[in-house]
């Protein structure tokens, strides 16, 4: 059964960081590209970045672009996202997700909480 656990969220203050992991199982995690997308209160699904399955190639939205770094680590079957100069507009729940064969996100986390205020 393939599994994703998002963790890593929390409170955070204005200009802060945190770093956002998802734990992989159930699947052969290095054959897979991974996401991420977020949704803030009342507000529709972002995507906010990719990763290719070697980890060499990364994409990301314009408004995370510079300040967010994707990465894996395939050897412990984690995604990772570094987020920095936090905005109070970066309040959101994470959710990392799989790049399916299909062409399309088909698995993805539970979802973790990232709240920046001061």
């Known amino acids: 059964e393939v599994q994703l656990v998002d963790s890593g969220g929390g409170l955070v203050q204005p200009g802060g960081s945190q770093r956002l992991s998802c734990a992989a199982s159930?699947?052969?995690?290095?054959?897979?590209?991974m996401t991420w997308v977020r949704q803030a209160p009342g507000k529709g699904l972002e995507w906010v970045s990719a990763?290719?399955?070697?980890?060499?190639?990364?994409i990301y939205a314009d408004s995370v672009q510079g300040r967010f770094t994707i990465s894996r680590d395939n050897a412990k079957n984690t995604l990772y996202l570094q987020i920095d100069s936090l905005k109070a507009e970066d309040t959101a729940v994470y959710y990392c997700?799989?790049?399916?064969?299909?062409?399309?996100?088909?698995?993805w986390g539970k979802g973790t909480l990232v709240t920046v205020s001061s």
């Open positions: 997700a799989r790049w399916g064969d299909g062409g399309g996100m088909d698995h």
């Open positions: 990763i290719n399955s070697g980890g060499g190639s990364t």
């Open positions: 159930g699947f052969t995690f290095s054959n897979y590209a």
